[in-house]
């Protein structure tokens, strides 16, 4: 069974750093492209980020390139996302998604999701 | 970036009835690279349809998936109680930069 663990989400100030982690199991990790999407407080669906299976390629959304680094560790299985310079537009419930296709590099649509972590940024 | 809107923002309907959800792209999505997600109150989305029409791994045959190009359709022939809840589309044709639509609420009338 497909699971994604979420977890690191807690109340930062502004400005502030955080660091989320995702653990992954019941899936070969390393053949898959992962990705973070967010959604702020009664809000839709934002993707965020993504990272190929090798890690060899990383993309981000506009609204958080420059702030967010996407990493992967395949050894451990996890998926991470170090938030830098949060703001409060950044509060937002974090889900890890799994993508679809084995080996797309480029990220496609997403199979499994976690059940996300409450990322709160407040003064 | 191609922007999708949903319509309409809420659609109440009764069980049994036949429900018909719009996703529209501002550019035509490239290999109809659809996807339609269902997310009830405090659960993650729940993938529903992908490349616009195949139905995902244990989904009911009454949801379906249709459209090519910029327009877009999910249909659910005959309402069941636990199909009301929230329906995004995605767009993953200009991946990696990939787009959600704003939503469509279901709801019970």
């Known amino acids: 069974e497909v699971q994604l663990v979420e977890s690191g989400g807690v109340v930062v100030q502004p400005g502030g750093s955080l660091r989320l982690s995702c653990a992954a199991s019941?899936?070969?990790?390393?053949?898959?492209?992962m990705h973070w999407v967010r959604q702020a407080p009664g809000k839709g669906l934002e993707w965020v980020s993504l990272?190929?299976?090798?890690?060899?390629?990383?993309y981000y959304a506009d609204s958080v390139k420059g702030r967010f680094t996407i990493s992967r560790d395949n050894s451990k299985n996890s998926l991470y996302l170090q938030m830098n310079s949060l703001r409060t537009e950044d509060t937002a419930l974090y889900y890890c998604?799994?993508?679809?296709?084995?080996?797309?590099?480029?990220?496609?649509?997403?199979?499994?999701w976690g059940q996300g972590t409450l990322v709160t940024v407040s003064s | 970036e191609i922007v999708l809107t949903q319509s309409p923002g809420t659609l109440s309907l009764s069980p049994g009835e036949r429900a018909t959800l719009s996703c529209r792209a501002s550019?035509?999505?490239?290999?109809?690279?659809l996807a339609w997600y269902q997310q009830k109150p405090g659960q993650a989305p729940r993938l529903l349809i992908y490349?616009?029409?195949s139905r995902a791994t244990g989904i009911p045959d009454r949801f379906s998936g249709s459209g090519s190009g910029t327009d877009f359709t999910l249909t659910i022939s005959r309402l069941e109680p636990e199909d009301f809840a929230v329906y995004y589309c995605?767009?993953?044709?200009?991946?990696?930069?990939?787009?959600f639509g704003q939503g469509t609420r279901l709801e019970i009338k």
């Open positions: 998604a799994k993508d679809a296709p084995p080996g797309v590099y480029s990220g496609s649509y997403f199979d499994y």
């Open positions: 550019q035509s999505v490239s290999s109809s690279y």
């Open positions: 995605q767009q993953y044709g200009s991946s990696p930069r990939v787009t």
């Open positions: 990272i190929s299976w090798d890690g060899g390629s990383t």
């Open positions: 490349g616009a029409s």
């Open positions: 019941g899936f070969t990790f390393d053949d898959y492209t």
